[in-house]
């Protein structure tokens, strides 16, 4: 029985696409396997099948700051150090 298909073309940026072909290759998944997945349980479901949430403020601001950073393209801090005692400084260790 003959099946009736159609292409589908998105454009996406290189290296999310490059990305997200090595971690689908990992699970044993091509691009064109991970998109009709997709589209399968939007079918069965008839919903997104990812929560989708408006980020709270804490969120948002943390979004802000990671694009000024990579914008400025500075690192909040200098090094593994600095890095590793506000870690610990914020779980309360």
């Known amino acids: 029985m003959a099946t009736n298909t159609s292409m589908l073309h998105v454009r996406i940026d290189e290296n999310i696409k490059a990305q ?4 689908l290759a ?3 998944l091509t691009m064109a396997d991970a998109v009709r997945l997709f589209l399968h349980r ?8 990812l929560e989708l949430k408006v980020p709270n403020a804490a969120t948002r601001a943390a979004m802000s700051e990671a694009r000024a950073i990579m914008a400025e393209r500075r690192a909040r801090f200098t090094n593994a150090d600095e ?3 506000d870690l610990e400084k914020d779980s309360g260790q």
């Open 20 to 23: 997200a072909n090595e971690a």
């Open 26 to 28: 990992s699970m044993g």
């Open 42 to 49: 939007v079918v069965a479901d008839q919903a997104f099948p």
């Open 83 to 85: 890095l590793l005692a």
